[in-house]
């Protein structure tokens, strides 16, 4: 880490912006982590797609099937092959405190960038606002690494921008993950100001969010290197054409995109978006592979209609 943590706001304001994408943890076919093909993709992704930082071991990632060893490694790993190139935010979320500590504190002495941690699931409990603004403020006083909270309806409840707004009065609370309809994120921006980064993983509603509400920071998901190629980048160029005010212009580019984004929302099942996004990923020539058990994998019959989608959208992969 290159900041205090109380100089950790400070540091994401100047640091914390661009294109970050969640990564998809490769598996081989005996359900053996894929060490070398996460390499591979990393070193895709930064260099030859210039994603500006990873999400490491989130739940797109399949960190619920992953060991806590397996998932300091992926840590370990992203700090490797990010350094210089790419900024990292490592996903600690667990329902045991005591191991979303040991990550956070595993992340900061490796010199990971950041941390996001997912509001807990919470049982019996009325005093919610109270027990959610304890528990990060538990973690904050812990560790020195900036956080970043991340609230989505998993949880079972959605913290509010008014809670939100509440923990990011803590000195290393840098930045949400806010998975919620927009009038929430839009409220939860105006209300916090300066002391948090507000973001959300719609690439749909990304573009609007730079030209209605200034935001700098996309985080985080998969598209960015799934509808991108190094030979078609047009998610990088609409954001690019919108940080220089260059609105119809980024409109034109973001709108290009939508046979891409057709042929992915259209071909997912419902109850298996890492197999489906690993397929798509080995479709692009990235290295993909089985998810883990309890996860189910795609049928053939949804393979072919995912590669008879993806070889009609209309991405060029040269």
């Not at 300091?72 to 092959?81: D, Q």
């Not at 210089?84 to 045991?96: E, H, L, P, V, W």
């Not at 000195?171 to 409220?187: F, H, L, Q, T, W």
């Not at 030209?211 to 990088?236: F, H, V």
Request: net charge negative; charged share 25%; aromatic share 8%.
């Amino acid at each position: 880490m290159n900041y205090s943590r109380l100089d950790a706001k400070d540091d994401a304001r100047q640091h914390l912006r661009g294109i970050w994408a969640a990564a998809l943890n490769p598996f081989r076919a005996d359900f053996s982590l894929d060490e070398e093909g996460l390499r591979a993709n990393i070193r895709h992704w930064t260099q030859e797609l210039g994603i500006a930082g990873l999400f490491i071991a989130g739940k797109q990632g399949e960190f619920f099937s992953m060991s806590l060893e397996e998932r300091k490694r992926t840590f370990e790993i992203a700090v490797e092959e990010c350094a210089g190139r790419a900024g990292t935010i490592m996903s600690c979320s667990d329902q045991n405190f005591d191991v979303v500590v040991e990550l956070a504190r595993h992340a900061e002495a490796i010199g990971a960038d950041y941390i996001v941690v997912h509001a807990p699931i919470l049982h019996f409990v009325t005093d919610q606002d109270d027990t959610v603004y304890n528990y990060y403020k538990s973690l904050s006083e812990q560790v020195n690494i900036g956080i970043a909270m991340w609230s989505h309806p998993d949880s079972g409840y959605l913290m509010s921008p008014e809670l939100c707004a509440r923990v990011a009065e803590l000195p290393n609370i840098v930045a949400i993950k806010y998975s919620v309809p927009r009038e929430m994120y839009v409220r939860l921006s105006r209300l916090a100001g300066d002391r948090l980064i507000v973001s959300t993983a719609s690439e749909e509603e990304w573009l609007d969010n730079i030209l209605e509400l200034g935001w700098k920071l996309y985080l985080c998901s998969s598209p960015p290197y799934l509808i991108q190629t190094a030979a078609d980048q047009r998610m990088n160029e609409y954001t690019r054409l919108a940080f220089e005010g260059r609105a119809e212009e980024a409109r034109r580019v973001r709108d290009s995109l939508e046979p891409v984004r057709k042929a992915l929302r259209g071909t997912r099942p419902g109850g298996k978006p890492q197999a489906h996004q690993k397929y798509w990923q080995e479709l692009l020539g990235q290295v993909g592979g089985p998810v883990r058990p309890p996860l189910l994998q795609l049928t053939e019959h949804e393979r072919a209609a995912t590669r008879a989608a993806f070889e009609g959208c209309g991405l060029r992969l040269r």
